[in-house]
């Protein structure tokens, strides 16, 4: 897979996993949004570390191995209310720091034929 389109992907991940992020900080949901939460949040972090291991990027990949886990959707993490929303502020953290890391990635690459 081509590393700019691989990356080019993980923005439209990330792009949707910072907006339901955003959307659990901001306030109480019902149920079915959390769970929906959980899948997309799962999804974008498995994709996410798959990526950032084509990138042989060890600190990365386990780093959204975690992640992914946290908010795995089919045997689910509990928390406290409270606890969720400071995972959810760290985890929208962690896509914004990664966005930034890997664009000076897609930066630095040579042009695809």
Known sequence: MNDKHAIRGLYVGWGLGLLMLGLAISGKHPYGFYVLLRWIACLVFVYSAMVAGWLRSPV???LFVVEAVLFNPLVPVHFARSTW?????LSL?????AVVAFS???RTQPPSP
């Open 85 to 89: 929303q400071i995972l959810d502020w």
């Open 104 to 106: 000076k990635h897609l």
């Open 60 to 62: 990365w990949t386990w």
């Open 93 to 97: 953290a962690i896509i914004v720091a």
